[in-house]
């Protein structure tokens, strides 16, 4: 089934503690995303990514830190998490990134709480 | 700066109408257009994409665009509870690796 994955799907952790959301895609896509989601802010992107060892910042990447080692894989990385990272975090893939048909979907999300 | 504006809702029809749902958009080198429908606590889900001017059916869903008044719209026919859930606008630029997401139109039908 062609799906994007995230681990894990809730975490509550402490200030400080270095944590990672791994994002997974098999699809093939070559664009990978990251997005927070906060009440009345809406969906804001976080970093992406268009390829392999290719990365750029989204609207929101203070504190955030990405890797794209493999096409498949896309871990967000918070080396020191605050609580204002307490948010709802998805991870999404599409095939082309600057493509005009290109659609993107959307991993099942990762509720984080930072303490 | 790129805005992709929605109507906050929540918008309540009753069961069998037609829900209306707009979208408008700031710059007009936007070229690709999209509708998500996310339910409470879930991911958001493609429902529709559009692209050229006009109307696009896909069952109980229509998108319209309308690149010179820069507006985008979803309408949902015979309209149901399951139907219930925030709707999501996104707009992708021409040549851009990003998204830009409205903050949602919350729907809600009565039975």
């Known amino acids: 089934e062609a799906q994007v994955t995230q681990n894990p799907r809730y975490l509550i952790t402490v200030t400080g503690k270095k944590l990672t959301v791994t994002c997974s895609q098999n699809?093939?896509?070559?664009?990978m995303s990251w997005y927070r989601q906060d009440p009345g802010l809406g969906l804001r992107q976080i970093y992406y990514?268009?390829?392999?060892?290719?990365?750029d910042k989204g609207d929101v990447p203070e504190g955030y830190k990405v890797s794209r080692k493999e096409k498949r894989n896309f871990p967000l990385i918070l080396e020191s998490p605050s609580p204002n990272q307490t948010s709802l975090y998805f991870c999404?893939?599409?095939?082309?990134?600057?493509?005009?048909?290109?659609?993107?979907?959307f991993g099942p999300g990762t509720r984080l709480t930072v303490l | 700066q790129k805005e992709v504006e929605q109507n906050s809702g929540p918008l309540s029809v009753p069961e069998g109408a037609i829900a209306s749902l707009n979208c408008t958009y700031s710059?007009?080198?936007?070229?690709?257009f999209f509708w998500y429908r996310q339910y409470s606590g879930k991911s958001p889900e493609l429902i529709m994409s559009?692209?050229?001017?006009g109307d696009k059916e896909d069952g109980r869903f229509t998108a319209q665009l309308n690149k010179a008044s820069q507006y985008v719209s979803l309408l949902i026919r015979d309209s149901q509870p399951s139907d219930s859930a925030t709707y999501l606008c996104?707009?992708?630029?021409?040549?851009?690796?990003?998204?830009?997401f409205g903050k949602g139109t919350k729907l809600s039908v009565i039975p």
């Open positions: 559009i692209y050229s001017n």
């Open positions: 699809m093939n896509h070559e664009y």
């Open positions: 996104a707009v992708r630029l021409a040549g851009s690796y990003q998204l830009t």
């Open positions: 710059d007009r080198g936007s070229q690709s």
């Open positions: 999404a893939s599409s095939l082309r990134g600057q493509a005009k048909y290109n659609e993107q979907f």
């Open positions: 990514s268009m390829n392999v060892e290719v990365t």
